[in-house]
């Protein structure tokens, strides 16, 4: 079965920076664009980066778009999301999400909605 695999996680301190990456196991999709999303405890799960599969397009969450940049592996399904000037606020569990859908909009990128698979998460812990 064809899953997403978050690694990278760990404990930082502020300022410092994270690289996560983002695997497909188990066989391959046809997407049209992969995400990152965060959820910190106690908090909704919201928005982090996306990147259009066919394309150079990438999309940032206001409060991340001058520190994080999300990229793909021109020879692999792997995505990555570099994570600089880390703050406290972005401690939170990191998920990547594939959509597979042909008929999606970038404009729907955002949204949870808009993908179809997701991985576990993984830990990212910023402390002051």
């Known amino acids: 079965q064809v899953r997403l695999e978050e690694s990278g996680g760990g404990s930082v301190q502020a300022g410092k920076a994270l690289t996560l990456s983002c695997a497909t196991v188990?066989?391959?999709?046809?997407?049209?664009?992969m995400a990152w999303f965060r959820q910190g405890r106690g908090k909704e799960r919201e928005f982090v980066a996306a990147?259009?599969?066919?394309?150079?397009?990438?999309s940032y969450a206001d409060n991340v778009e001058d520190r994080f940049a999300i990229s793909k592996d021109r020879n692999s399904d792997t995505i990555y999301l570099q994570m600089d000037s880390l703050k406290p606020e972005d401690t939170a569990v990191y998920y990547c999400?594939?959509?597979?859908?042909?008929?999606?909009?970038?404009?729907?990128?955002?949204?949870?909605?808009?993908?179809?698979?997701w991985g576990q998460g993984t830990q990212v812990t910023v402390s002051s």
């Open positions: 999400a594939a959509d597979v859908d042909v008929n999606s909009h970038w404009e729907a990128s955002r949204t949870m909605a808009a993908y179809d698979y």
């Open positions: 188990g066989g391959t999709l046809s997407r049209t664009a």
């Open positions: 990147i259009r599969w066919n394309g150079r397009i990438v």
